[in-house]
Nanobody, 128 residues
């Protein structure tokens, strides 16, 4: 059985930092594209950052470019989202998702319905 578990959320002041972790069991993340998405109260879930399985290409929403960094450590089934210079508008539940990579196929990082596995989310609150 596959499990995706996010951790590292919490309450932080504006300008602060958090590092979210995405740990997987029941599959090898080495073969999966990984996406971080977030959902704020009353808003639709949106893409934050993604990283491909094949060449490690990274993708960022304009709102987080230069502040967030996505990474993965192959072999230990974990991905991270380093979030710096946090703003109140970053407040949301953050989700990690995994999409199986198949050789020869194109990766659409922001297409949420292509991700097969999702975690339960971790709350990030940015407030003074």
């Amino acid at each position: 059985q596959v499990h995706i578990v996010e951790s590292g959320g919490g309450l932080v002041q504006p300008g602060g930092s958090l590092r979210l972790s995405c740990a997987a069991s029941g599959l090898s993340l080495d073969y999966y594209h990984i996406g971080w998405f977030r959902q704020a109260p009353g808003k639709e879930r949106e893409g934050v950052s993604c990283i491909s399985s094949d060449d490690g290409s990274t993708y960022y929403a304009d709102s987080v470019k230069g502040r967030f960094t996505i990474s993965r450590v192959n072999g230990i089934n974990t991905a991270y989202l380093q979030m710096n210079s946090l703003k109140p508008e970053d407040t949301a539940v953050y989700y990690c998702a995994a999409e199986r990579h198949y050789s020869g196929t194109y990766y659409y990082p922001w297409k949420q319905d292509r991700y097969e596995y999702w975690g339960q989310g971790t709350q990030v609150t940015v407030s003074s």
